[in-house]
């Protein structure tokens, strides 16, 4: 039997929940008694069909980060929290979006979901992703893993991501959908989960 997408993320999001609600305390205290702000950071991103939704995420970065700065981070840029730092480098910070796919915002598998800055820079071919559910995870992530070292070489970190980064994985994306499967889906996942 074919299973969808939908049932997919649901089979592994509402037990994942419930086992790493522990985790998410931890964390939630950490991030507390690092510098006393919020514990989550929400930032409006674009969805499916163009749609907009807020984002679930440890917050890694100081209060504000996005009025100190540019909409992406460079190597060891200075907004990033202690903590924050330790959530970056092993990807704990994305755990709170399997909120987004409990709520179908979100999908495990998928395209990252940019912020609207970035999307309306999209060229016609490029906009096709939107016709893809966005996903905590896929192949783009992984081979970009370390894009905030990727870019900190870069005489312009945001000319260089837009010009080269974006549509590197907006091609991934739109080359992966067309044969995706739930099958490898779940080998994206053990990737990301062994991925460095």
């Given at each position: 039997?074919?299973?969808?997408k939908?049932v997919f993320?649901l089979?592994?999001?509402i037990?994942?929940l419930i086992i790493?609600?522990?985790?998410?305390?931890?964390?939630?205290?950490?991030i507390?008694?690092?510098?006393?702000g919020?514990?989550?950071f929400?930032?409006?991103?674009?969805?499916h069909?163009?749609?907009?939704?807020r984002?679930w995420?440890?917050?890694?970065?100081?209060v504000?980060?996005?009025?100190?700065?540019?909409?992406?981070t460079?190597g060891?840029?200075?907004r990033v929290?202690?903590?924050?730092r330790?959530l970056r480098?092993?990807?704990?910070?994305e755990?709170?979006?399997?909120f987004?796919v409990?709520?179908?915002?979100?999908?495990?598998?998928?395209?990252?979901?940019?912020?609207?800055?970035?999307?309306?820079k999209?060229?016609e071919?490029?906009?096709?992703v939107?016709?893809?559910?966005p996903?905590?995870?896929?192949?783009?992530?992984?081979?970009y893993?370390n894009?905030?070292?990727?870019?900190?070489n870069s005489?312009?970190?945001?000319?260089?991501y837009?010009?080269?980064?974006m549509?590197?994985?907006i091609?991934?994306?739109l080359?992966?959908a067309s044969?995706?499967?739930?099958i490898s889906?779940?080998?994206v996942?053990?990737?990301?989960?062994?991925?460095?």
């Amino acid at each position: 039997m074919k299973v969808s997408k939908r049932v997919f993320d649901l089979v592994f999001v509402i037990p994942g929940l419930i086992i790493l609600f522990p985790f998410f305390v931890v964390v939630a205290i950490l991030i507390k008694i690092d510098d006393g702000g919020p514990v989550f950071f929400r930032q409006e991103r674009v969805g499916h069909k163009g749609r907009l939704f807020r984002i679930w995420k440890f917050r890694t970065m100081v209060v504000d980060a996005e009025k100190k700065g540019m909409k992406i981070t460079v190597g060891q840029d200075s907004r990033v929290t202690r903590i924050g730092r330790i959530l970056r480098k092993t990807k704990l910070d994305e755990f709170p979006q399997l909120f987004n796919v409990l709520l179908g915002e979100m999908s495990l598998v998928g395209p990252r979901p940019e912020v609207k800055y970035y999307v309306d820079k999209y060229n016609e071919a490029q906009k096709e992703v939107l016709n893809l559910v966005p996903g905590i995870t896929d192949l783009a992530s992984i081979k970009y893993r370390n894009e905030s070292e990727i870019l900190a070489n870069s005489s312009n970190a945001e000319e260089s991501y837009i010009s080269d980064i974006m549509g590197s994985k907006i091609s991934i994306n739109l080359q992966y959908a067309s044969k995706a499967t739930r099958i490898s889906d779940f080998i994206v996942i053990l990737k990301t989960l062994s991925s460095k």
